[in-house]
């Protein structure tokens, strides 16, 4: 008898904004005349940048002549994608971060909710409340949610309201926690923390042996000063922080599919018995057994948006 992962059970219906699809479907079958605004998933609405399309037929023709046409390329990224990263999300901003702590994929979603396999199942997993749906559930697959209560919430995880009270600003945890999830600028909130309620965050995830996964995917949005871009922007971050990114919502990627994540090497977690053990060593290995990179063709398009045309 073949047994199921039955922590699958433990999820309210579907995926949330398959939900909100289904039904926004039968809302407009029934209502032809209606004009629906949604307010489910976001999507963008413009085409790609023409820089972009350009470096991407340049890149679809070189699959076609046998002095350049590219097979399996490596797994964590091509390196004229990932110096172009460097250089510009984060030598402009004074983070120097070497090139094999910049793993690109095929998007954040992925990412984020791939993460957890590297950490061990007894972790405390906080969120910010509300949140994006795929921490939650990730972590609720491979077992970390415990069963959901009657208050909505999942018993094992630790939720952080964001409410018009606190100014959607979290609150440290109570309670001790291990993996924090922040994502800034928020969805679904899209409120910022300034550099010093970032750096509490930070200071908390030192000071606990705890990491944070910051999702980073509304970056290109931030227009203040002050609000940090990258979390690496605050003393001590390298040692506690995953960063993620995405060309989803910069440059119209949400179809094309091109994404980063970013693992210091000076980021820990623990054996049971205390021993540290760097988590881009376990990404890296993760990476490389399930995943086959990005393809070349994509690749290419996302570097054309560090050209100045793609800048636009
Ligand atoms: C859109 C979005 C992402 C990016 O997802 P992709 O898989 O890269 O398209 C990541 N996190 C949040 C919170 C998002 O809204």
Same mark, same amino acid.
């Given at each position: 008898?073949?047994?199921? /992962?039955?922590?699958?059970?433990?999820?309210?219906?579907?995926?949330?904004?398959?939900?909100?699809?289904?039904?926004?479907?039968?809302?407009?079958? &029934?209502? #032809?005349?209606?004009t629906v605004i949604s307010l489910g998933i976001g999507d963008v609405t413009r085409p790609l940048p023409p820089a972009v399309i350009e470096s991407l037929h340049e890149a679809v023709d070189e699959m076609a002549r046998p002095e350049t046409f590219k097979g399996y390329g490596p797994e964590q990224g091509y390196g004229f994608l990932i /110096?172009?990263?460097?250089?510009? &999300?984060?030598?402009?901003?004074g983070i120097e971060l070497e090139a094999d702590e910049i793993f690109?994929?095929?998007?954040?979603?992925?990412?984020?909710?791939?993460?957890?396999?590297?950490?061990g199942l007894e972790n405390v997993v906080a969120v910010t409340d509300p949140v994006y749906p795929v921490y939650v559930d990730t972590n609720v697959m491979a077992g970390r949610g415990g069963d959901l209560s009657a208050?909505?919430?999942?018993?094992?995880?630790?939720?952080? #309201?964001?409410?018009?009270e606190n100014g959607f600003i979290p609150e440290l945890p109570k309670k001790r926690v291990d993996i924090i999830y922040l994502c800034y600028p928020n969805n679904p909130t899209g409120t910022t923390l300034s550099k010093a309620e970032l750096q509490k965050w930070v200071d908390y995830a030192r000071e606990n042996q705890s990491v944070i996964?910051?999702?980073?995917?509304? &970056?290109?949005?931030?227009?203040?000063?002050?609000? !940090?871009h990258?979390?690496?922007?605050?003393?001590?971050?390298?040692?506690v922080a995953i960063e993620f990114r995405s060309f989803s919502k910069t440059a119209?990627?949400?179809?094309?599919?091109?994404?980063?994540?970013?693992? !210091?090497k000076s980021v820990v977690g623990y054996t049971r018995d205390g021993k540290a053990v760097p988590l881009n060593q376990l990404w890296n290995r993760r990476q490389t057994t399930k995943f086959n990179g990005v393809s070349y063709i994509i690749q290419r398009g996302a570097a054309a948006v560090y050209t100045p045309e793609g800048q636009w």
């Open positions: 008898m073949v047994t199921i /992962n039955e922590n699958y059970l433990k999820l309210p219906g579907s995926y949330l904004f398959s939900e909100i699809g289904r039904r926004v479907a039968r809302f407009k079958a &029934e209502h #032809s005349e209606a /110096n172009k990263i460097l250089e510009h &999300e984060y030598r402009s901003r690109i994929s095929d998007g954040s979603k992925c990412d984020t909710g791939n993460i957890q396999e590297i950490f208050s909505g919430g999942f018993e094992r995880i630790v939720y952080l #309201s964001c409410n018009a996964l910051y999702d980073a995917a509304y &970056e290109a949005f931030i227009r203040e000063e002050g609000v !940090p990258s979390i690496y922007e605050l003393e001590g971050a390298r040692e119209g990627f949400t179809g094309t599919r091109c994404a980063y994540t970013v693992v !210091p």
